[in-house]
């Protein structure tokens, strides 16, 4: 697949940030158990990674949302696409998000979350895009801040849903934001 792109944070970086969150969760949840919830689907790759560098006993719960509106912008009305299976009345929540750019996808998985009574709940996110905030988040870590770019790869899927593979997250230059070539 021939793709133009540049690479914003590479698969070595991911790495370490990703090891030094695990270990940091790991202290801070010590004793404790923890209910991880990825969310689906841009966090699928950044979780499965996470949860691996944490020493403590972690179940591991998904919650799907889909934006309407546009595919590269959040319109902020989200839709539930899948559920959580077992209560979460006075568990620690991790939630494990991709990226935080309006704010209005978290804001809305925080409020459904914390209704449920948690223990405790916290957010950690791999990209933070904070030029285009609109909704203030309550952010345990945000692992990487990135310009205000389109961004692909561990994970995160850009126009037709590819580019989820890419081990690096990177930026699509402008020609191939709106299409896919082979
Ligand atoms: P927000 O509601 O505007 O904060 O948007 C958050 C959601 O939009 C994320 O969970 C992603 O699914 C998606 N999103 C925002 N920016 C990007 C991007 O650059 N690449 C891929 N998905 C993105």
Redo the contacts with the bound molecule.
């Keep these: 697949m021939n793709i133009k792109y540049d690479v914003l944070v590479s698969a070595q970086e991911i790495s370490e940030k990703v090891n030094t969150l695990g270990a940091e969760l790991t202290e801070l949840y010590s004793g404790e158990e923890v209910v991880v919830i990825p969310?689906l689907?841009?966090?699928f790759m950044f979780a499965a990674d996470l949860i691996r560098a944490m020493d403590v006993p972690v179940r591991v719960e998904f919650l799907g949302?889909a934006?309407y509106g546009e595919e590269?912008?959040?319109s902020?009305e989200?839709r539930l696409t899948l559920d959580t299976s077992f209560p979460l009345h006075d568990k620690n929540i991790l939630i494990v998000?991709?990226?935080?750019?309006?704010?209005?996808?978290?804001?809305?998985i925080q409020k459904l979350l914390q209704s449920r009574k948690p223990k405790s709940i916290r957010s950690v996110v791999l990209?933070d895009?904070p030029s285009?905030?609109?909704v203030e988040?309550d952010l345990h870590r945000t692992l990487f801040t990135?310009p205000d770019?389109?961004?692909?790869g561990y994970g995160?899927?850009?126009p037709g849903g590819f580019w989820r593979n890419l081990p690096d997250i990177v930026?699509l230059r402008e020609e191939m934001e709106n299409t896919h070539s082979e």
Excluded: M, N
């Design positions: 969310i689907r841009g966090a949302v934006s590269t912008v959040s902020g989200v998000e991709d990226i935080v750019d309006t704010g209005l996808t978290l804001a809305y990209l895009k285009r905030r609109t988040v990135i770019k389109f961004v692909v995160l899927d850009g930026a």
